[in-house]
């Protein structure tokens, strides 16, 4: 059955004999009702509506939720989206794409995401404010719904989705993650834009660069506007990426072939309804940066960057790309560039503003209880190291090696 409604008694989270519910349940949780969905179809009418008059992120795009359900989702997995609604009125007050998956012997419910969306947001209704309490009663009303589960685990979870209190970070389980994200505002002439909101020490070298690229042959911020386009400039950001990652030694998850189609397909679907957009910057004949963006209203959500370092010497192919693309997207509308999750150092150098992302992860059953405090060591053990510049750097040098030699390279 596609879709199924339960009563609040009916706590089906997988709680092992004797174990208590992750939640207290008070006399608010009355407030709201929950509904499981198990497949798209059953919601997409909902999805879509709330897609576009109320608030979500370009990461919770119904089109981007399909292709991962199509082609990235695990044999074994299975789909729990949860819709809420006000139990007095009926109306819908958002909406969780979550996911079941197998992991290490238990079952762990997490973000639909497989690794293709930055953020973990609910779609809202609307604007309407939440509040600690009311997070909390909505979600008991989304754990009385879900399959059973050993654990839960939602990361990257934004404090704010589009100016509103995300719920999932109100929770009091929520806790502040290891990752951050950044952002700009964009605001008056696109001309002057990067001048005005960008820091001066960014500005100077950006304007450095440009110049440089210009004496190479010429400079071109080229949009992948047709198929062909597409295809050539998705392929040249693979082709860049690719072999940046392996001469850092890192995994990179354009190494798997149904995320590159996952992204390919994204790109061709954004040519009709605007969600995806694909730029390229050319010096000459030259393509020496690319970026790929998910687009949500007025937002540039900037997921994929591919840079040619060896193209054109001393100038910083990424650095020129993102202050072309700040007065692109303010030419056209845009008001926010959301750098996206990661804390490289030419976010914070064009003066971006940063903000840490939330996380839900705790056990249901004892087998959950272990994995989780796994993973939280483990996030403590990354933020020890990365507090530490010389041993973070013997970590990566080590990590760069290993991965090398796994590699064969």
């Not at 497989?114 to 997070?135: E, K, N």
């Not at 009091?172 to 008056?188: F, Q, R």
Request: hydrophobic share 45%; charged share 20%; glycine share 10%.
């Amino acid at each position: 059955m596609a879709s199924q409604a339960m009563p609040m008694a009916a706590m089906t989270t997988g709680l092992a004999d004797g174990e208590a519910a992750p939640h207290a349940v008070g006399s608010a949780s009355s407030a709201y009702v929950a509904r499981l969905h198990t497949s798209l179809d059953a919601v997409k009418p909902l999805w879509l509506r709330l897609e576009t008059t109320g608030v979500c992120t370009g990461h919770q795009h119904f089109a981007w939720a399909e292709g991962i359900v199509e082609g990235l989702v695990p044999q074994k997995a299975g789909l729990a989206i949860v819709e809420v609604r006000d139990a007095g009125t009926g109306e819908p007050r958002m909406l969780l794409p979550l996911m079941r998956r197998r992991a290490f012997h238990h079952w762990v419910i997490e973000w639909l995401s497989c690794g293709v969306c930055d953020y973990s947001a609910p779609l809202l209704a609307d604007a309407t404010p939440w509040t600690r309490q009311s997070a909390e009663a909505a979600w008991v009303a989304v754990l009385s719904v879900l399959p059973p589960a050993d654990r839960i685990h939602i990361a990257g979870i934004p404090k704010e989705v589009g100016g509103v209190a995300n719920p999932l970070a109100l929770l009091s389980s929520a806790h502040d993650s290891i990752h951050s994200h950044y952002g700009i505002a964009m605001d008056g002439d696109a001309e002057s834009v990067v001048k005005r909101i960008c820091r001066p020490s960014f500005v100077k070298a950006l304007n450095k660069d440009l110049r440089r690229l210009d004496r190479n042959g010429g400079l071109a911020l080229v949009e992948a506007d047709t198929p062909a386009l597409v295809d050539s400039i998705f392929g040249k950001l693979v082709e860049m990426r690719l072999s940046r990652f392996r001469e850092l030694g890192r995994f990179d998850l354009l190494a798997q072939p149904p995320v590159i189609d996952f992204y390919r397909k994204a790109a061709h679907r954004g040519l009709t309804d605007g969600s995806v957009r694909i730029f390229g910057l050319r010096a000459g004949d030259v393509t020496v940066a690319v970026q790929y963006l998910a687009v949500h209203l007025g937002t540039l959500h900037a997921l994929l960057i591919a840079i040619d370092q060896t193209a054109v010497p001393n100038v910083s192919p990424g650095l020129c790309i993102m202050g072309e693309l700040i007065r692109w997207g303010r030419g056209a509308g845009f008001g926010y560039f959301d750098l996206s999750v990661g804390n490289q150092s030419y976010k914070e150098h064009m003066g971006a503003v940063k903000a840490v992302l939330s996380e839900l992860c705790y056990g249901i059953t004892l087998k959950g209880m272990a994995a989780s405090e796994a993973i939280r060591y483990r996030g403590r053990g990354v933020a020890f190291v990365r507090d530490k510049p010389r041993l973070f750097k013997l970590a990566q040098e080590f990590m760069q090696r290993w991965r090398r030699l796994r590699s064969g390279g």
